[in-house]
């Protein structure tokens, strides 16, 4: 089993970024054990995809983030499962997460404009008859996302002495 959580671990942090060939080598296995790892992995729905992170702010791409706190009724019977996946089956909606504390659900949205994120929660969002409010904050700049660092700044502060 430590075999198969090392290479989750490796993929978790590299993702598409490194070879199984690379992985065989990290974790001591044939390149064909590793892909069999994987593949059982895959298969029993464990690994549920890859992704790249991509640092949109050094593109020519304008793209506007939002975090948006609702605070929801639960459905009788169904809790807040069913308007969690009428609301994640948008395709603007990058994660959803029920959350403890002073709101319900956390959604994380990106459109093109903070005009298109204002009209997607004012039209889709609020009206939804389980909503009670909700609250949109907008990302002004990542520093590190899914463990990745954005901008790493760290430069020698050093003063040079000459003799």
């Not at 065989?24 to 690994?47: D, P, R, S, Y």
């Not at 506007?64 to 605070?71: D, H, P, Q, S, T």
């Not at 969002?125 to 990542?142: D, N, Q, R, Y």
């Amino acid at each position: 089993m430590s075999d198969t959580i090392d290479i989750l671990e490796i993929l978790e942090k590299n993702g598409p970024m490194i070879s199984r060939d690379k992985i065989a080598q990290m974790t001591g296995k044939t390149e064909e054990e590793v892909n069999a790892i994987i593949a059982g992995l895959e298969k029993e729905n464990i690994i549920v995809g890859y992704k790249t992170m991509i640092n949109w702010d050094v593109t020519d791409t304008e793209l506007v983030n939002a975090l948006i706190e609702l605070r929801i009724t639960p459905q009788r019977g169904e809790g807040y499962d069913k308007v969690a996946e009428r609301i994640y089956k948008y395709p603007q909606v990058n994660s959803l997460y029920l959350m403890s504390g002073s709101y319900d659900l956390c959604v994380i949205i990106e459109g093109k404009s903070m005009k298109e994120v204002a009209l997607f929660v004012a039209q889709k969002l609020a009206p939804m008859e389980s909503v009670i409010s909700t609250a949109t904050h907008f990302v002004l700049k990542k520093y590190k996302d899914d463990g990745l660092i954005f901008y790493d700044d760290e430069k020698d502060t050093r003063q040079v002495i000459t003799l």
